[in-house]
């Protein structure tokens, strides 16, 4: 029985270095083989444009301009049918109310919006000339 278990173990051991020494000689062969290497995209060498007479806003603007990843921010392009998305909602609420209902506004009463405000403009007419 104990000739049994030596024999198992030689067995073993013997199986193992096999397989490390396989596995040792298909790391050899990948180490010898050249590493191809990707070549870098070359950027589009760009006019720069002249947006305003900082020279330090330039920069930033045609970095910005030329690096095109604010075109797809937000998981692609953002035109007239994602408005509701660009504007967060933000006056979705106010085109579905009754348009002579008053808005409220922070901090300001509604009644400013109610005020006769003809008087104010016909003496701003008269004192221009108009």
């Known amino acids: 029985m104990k000739k049994k278990k030596t024999n ?3 067995i073993i051991r013997q199986i193992v270095r096999e397989e490390v020494a396989m596995a040792i000689k298909e790391v ?3 180490l010898k ?5 990707q070549p870098t995209p070359q950027k589009k060498i760009v006019e720069k ?4 007479e900082n020279s330090v806003l330039n920069d930033v603007l045609n970095e910005t301009a030329q690096d095109g990843e604010w075109k797809t921010m937000g998981g692609g392009k953002f035109d007239s049918s ?3 998305d660009v504007m967060g909602g933000a006056y979705g609420d106010m085109m579905n109310k009754n348009p002579n209902t008053p808005v409220s506004v922070e901090g300001q009463s509604p009644d400013f919006l109610k005020k006769d405000y003809r008087a104010v ?3 701003i007419d008269k004192k221009q000339g108009k």
């Open 121 to 123: 403009m016909k003496a």
């Open 28 to 30: 050899i062969t990948e």
């Open 49 to 52: 444009k002249s947006y305003t």
């Open 8 to 10: 198992i173990k030689t």
């Open 33 to 37: 083989q050249p590493i191809e290497s």
């Open 82 to 84: 994602k408005m509701n």
